[in-house]
């Protein structure tokens, strides 16, 4: 399955306001529940500690259904999302004059071009990261500590932890699988080292931080918060 049709073209075959069946935030192919949202909002908004006069940074914000949820916490919001459909749907539903402020782009091709780096806060890349190459998130992780001073802390969200791959998947009864292709299905499977030798390679102090166990992607993820010392 390539990444274009799992990112791009998979989105489509859904209704417009099937927020969550579109960007897979699902379990058996049903959205996961309310109460899983509320957890994973719950949890950005607590390790960025996000406050009402910050300017936020959603690299890989699909169609902004979940960042909606952060909306009424800082001042402003910028969503970028590869996916034409995808920013479709955000600009959309999910649009606030003044406020909300949406880009089709690659994160990393818009990480090294924004034209005010200065102006983000904070950043969430949540979901996303497994997608990336090994290298393109060392090349991201550099460029934000570098372009984005004022950036406080970056929080990397539901990423697969490399130790849980062969439960994960033993439980599937799959037998062949890949954890370092980012265009499978589940993306790179990361070790929570690998992240806190990146974090302090760039000058960040890193936190590995786990989700409650009624998560219902606990078991086989994991987050990360950068935080500028």
Known sequence: MSADYLHKEYPKQFDRDAFWEQIKRTVNGKPVSDQDIRMIVDQIQSSLDLRSDERLLDLGCGNAALASYLFGHVQQYFGVDFSDYLIGVAREFFSHAGKTHYYCDDAVAFTNAFEYPEKIDKVVIYGVISYLAAA??????????????????????????????????????????????????????????????????????????????????????????????
């Open 136 to 229: 393109d998130v060392e090349h991201l992780v550099s460029t934000l500590s570098n372009r984005y001073t004022s950036c406080k802390r970056i929080f990397i969200g539901n990423i697969p932890h490399r130790s849980k791959a062969a439960v994960f998947f033993r439980r599937r009864n799959v037998e062949q699988y890949r954890l370092d292709d980012p265009e499978s299905a589940i993306g790179i499977w990361w070790a929570p080292e690998e992240f806190i030798r990146i974090g302090n390679m760039f000058g960040y102090d890193v936190d590995i931080l786990t989700m409650p166990e009624s998560f219902y992607g606990a078991e086989y993820r994991f987050d990360v918060l950068l935080k500028r010392p």
